[in-house]
């Protein structure tokens, strides 16, 4: 029989941060040995792993690290908002977003490849799975943002919407925020209507004027131009972050509230959850599942 005591089960549990009765377990099916008890709770944290894989995964946070001229921007995702809010789970995504700071990957798939910078030992995708297994829900990292320079970033709504800039200029760092918290706000698409495609502009105005065409009482070429030119203008305010209205103070652009003190450089939007799908939970099915019915 295996001979190991509670505070050897109270240690694997420190170690893993696996729950007690799978330590115990784990040190029957190993006889005692602690390293082979490691061993079998990291194997069984990669099979709990696979069968969540197939779950959905659309709640999570967007987290931000700074540190100097390196600025992270993340999305990590797990099945609900509850497990979202908890500090086990934030804590998972700040050491991610410092992973990024420190190792600089270029894909999500090469940070999954990575050590760990605080355990060179373990592999990113290794600690995640063993969140995995702690937590109980599946965990995905799915997109982010490395900055080099000038950054700043902004989280809104305790990480429902995140944002990361690059500026160029005088460091200004409550302005620089301003402008970060105006594209939480505003959503602008591209920094200054240099940016915009202008193949799309074109088509956008060909449309607009053969709609003023098509009208009851047609109006000259002068003045179905003249208000093309005035719908074109107003979608570069809304998509142009130059040439919103300042969220707080309505009166100025944000060109404006800058005043050349720095140059938007780029910036990066996150949205937690769009575009995925969400889950659909069957409270009745749920119910009856758990009723054995």
Do not use: W
């Not at 005692?32 to 990291?42: H, P, Q, T, V």
């Not at 789970?89 to 990024?100: R, S, Y």
């Not at 600089?104 to 355990?119: C, D, I, K, R, S």
């Not at 990361?164 to 209507?193: F, N």
């Amino acid at each position: 029989m295996a001979q190991f005591t509670a505070k050897d089960v109270m240690t694997l549990r420190e170690m893993s941060g696996a729950g007690m009765m799978d330590c115990k377990k784990a040190l029957v099916e190993s006889d005692g040995d602690m390293d082979k008890a490691m061993d079998y709770l990291r194997e069984k944290s990669l099979a709990a792993s696979a069968k969540k894989a197939a779950r959905i995964a659309a709640e999570g946070i967007v987290g931000s690290y700074v540190d100097g001229s390196v600025g992270v921007l993340v999305e990590v995702n797990c099945e609900t908002d509850f497990v979202a809010k908890t500090d086990a789970f934030k804590e998972l995504v700040n050491t991610i977003a410092q992973q990024i700071a420190v190792k600089n990957p270029a894909t999500v798939e090469e940070l999954m490849e990575q050590t760990f910078f605080g355990n060179e030992s373990e592999t990113i995708a290794a600690m995640i799975n063993a969140a995995v297994a702690k937590i109980g829900e599946k965990i995905t990292v799915r997109r982010f943002t490395r900055y080099e320079g000038n950054v700043d970033t902004y989280i809104h709504l305790g990480g429902k919407i995140g944002v990361i800039i690059r500026v160029d200029g005088s460091v200004d760092k409550e302005a620089e925020h301003d402008v970060a918290m105006q594209i939480a706000a505003a959503k602008p698409t591209c920094v200054s209507r240099d940016e915009v495609d202008q193949g799309e502009i074109e088509k956008e105005r060909e449309i607009l004027r053969a709609q003023a065409k098509n009208e009851p009482k047609p109006k000259p070429d002068a003045i179905i131009e003249k208000m093309v030119q005035g719908r074109i203008d107003k979608y570069y305010k809304e998509i142009c972050l130059l040439e919103q209205s300042f969220v707080k103070d309505p009166d100025k652009t944000v060109e404006q509230m800058i005043n050349g003190r720095f140059r938007v450089l780029s910036f990066v939007r996150y949205e937690m959850g769009e575009g995925l799908q969400k889950r659909e939970d069957n409270f009745c099915e749920e119910v009856m599942s758990q009723m054995g019915k």
